[in-house]
């Protein structure tokens, strides 16, 4: 325990907690103060402006990251017939339609994205009060809903990111590995922001972009100077 102390004590060192900071210098940071042994996940999170109880201020949408997220996305596909194989070779890692409903029923979940065509949402439906608090459940506003299942495998496979805002108004997302040098992870905040900005809803008054942080998985939170990261505060 005193080591765990010891290491976010040394993390923290000559980080200002009020500070904002420059997006290139507080990315630079985050790699810096990287000391585990395996590939930590660099996140973004923005507080944003809106209460998400209200419809008109619901903030979700889907980004492509220019340089992927890092991570191996297992995804699965709820499709029949020639659609199913073109999922399959599309490289989805599960297709089935009856019996993967049946599957995720059952209390297995083996995947980090789902994805479904029109004619199965009926079937898919069922699996709302599963995947729906997951994040999991195949939506045609984020382009998981689609007929076109092999170009939204290969887009969740390389590095399409979901967001959705939670109740606090903070949306957050993975932007890459530790590993990345430091332009890729900032092009990837940059591209992921940009799309949080575009998907201002219509009931969102005031400063919508207030406050925007970085950090890594053990690491510590890094503010960032929305003006940095191309964020409009309005």
Sequence with gaps: MAKSGKRIRSAREGIERTKLYGLDEAVQMLKDRTKTKFDETIEVAMNLGVDPRHADQMVRGVVNLPNG????????VFARGDKAEEAKAAGADI???EDLV???QGGTIDFDRAIA???MMALVGRLGKVLGPRGLMPNPRVGTV???VAAAVKASKGGAVEFRVEKAGIVHAGVGKASFDRKAIVENIRAFADAVQKAKP???KGNYVQRIAVTSTMGPGVKVDPSTVGASQA
């Excluded at 997220?69 to 699965?76: I, L, M, S, Y």
């Design 69 to 76: 997220t890092g991570r191996t996305v297992r995804v699965a």
């Design 95 to 97: 297709v089935g339609a």
């Design 102 to 104: 049946e599957q995720v």
């Design 117 to 119: 065509t029109p004619d």
């Design 146 to 148: 689609t007929p076109d």
């Design 202 to 204: 219509s009931g969102a």
